[in-house]
């Protein structure tokens, strides 16, 4: 009988590598790139050394990822547009306008001198269904 596949990667490189690989950032290609690289450590291609390395590497890159996807998204919220009914809006500081360029609803934030806050102007789309 063969002996058995077993893995050598130390414990907190997969601990990472589980912590990530269900968030969406993991995706099919780089978990095959993680089952590889596993794969040549087993083999004693990749020293552990060069393994811990590329997983801090890693690891950094998915956290300023993760934080410039998840941290702008908290204040401003998904609102469709009230034209197409499909699309999200584009919200800037000024304005506020359909991701799509067909659609092309647009709507200026400021009036009179003041800004339309992001709270006003959910309230606006959202009760506004005339
Ligand atoms: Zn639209």
Request: charged share 30%; proline share 3%.
């Amino acid at each position: 009988m063969r002996k058995s596949k077993t893995l050598h990667p130390t414990d907190k490189g997969l601990q990472v590598y589980n912590l990530v690989k269900d968030k969406k950032i993991a995706n099919v290609q780089m978990t095959a790139e993680w089952e590889k690289t596993l794969d040549r450590i087993e083999k004693d291609e990749l020293s552990k050394d060069q393994f811990m390395n590329d997983i801090q590497h890693y690891t950094a890159e998915i956290t300023s990822e993760l934080l410039s996807l998840y941290i702008p998204q908290e204040n401003i919220p998904q609102l469709k547009c009230p034209k197409c009914q499909k699309h999200t809006l584009i919200i800037k500081a000024k304005i506020a306008k359909c991701a799509d360029e067909q659609c092309n609803w647009i709507l200026f934030r400021i009036t009179c001198g003041i800004q339309l806050s992001i709270k006003d102007l959910t309230l606006l789309l959202t009760q506004n269904k005339t």
